[in-house]
């Protein structure tokens, strides 16, 4: 099992200046979203991974930035590596989630 790349606020908020196109996903399941999104981004809840997701053969070799609630909340972890195990080759982790994006302004 391959280990999982992070990305921190300051090169996330780097990427999307540079690249609007950003697949940037919010993986929050229904019973932790709470409408909170960071700018850019789209919704793809954890459970939805692996059916869903799996037929986007489009994006396997895009970068794709998945986020949750924040530090202690596990889910951006398990979406990437959920990617990865799918075939997708070019994930992170944004691990600070919402609560670092917020508190970074």
């Known amino acids: 099992m391959a280990e999982v790349k992070t990305i921190s606020t300051e ?9 609007n196109s950003l697949q940037l996903w919010n993986v929050l399941t229904d019973g932790y979203f ?7 981004s789209h919704r793809v809840p954890l459970d939805t991974i692996g059916r869903e997701v799996s037929g986007e053969k489009s994006l396997k070799g895009e970068e794709i930035i998945v ?3 924040g530090p202690k909340c596990p889910q951006s972890l398990q ?12 994930v992170k982790a944004y691990e600070g989630g919402l609560e670092e994006w917020k508190n970074a302004g």
């Open 34 to 40: 709470t409408g909170e999104m960071i700018p850019g």
């Open 11 to 19: 090169k996330l908020q780097q990427r999307l200046e540079q690249d």
């Open 67 to 69: 986020y949750c609630g």
């Open 79 to 90: 979406a990437a590596q959920k990617l990865m195990d799918l075939g997708y080759t070019n």
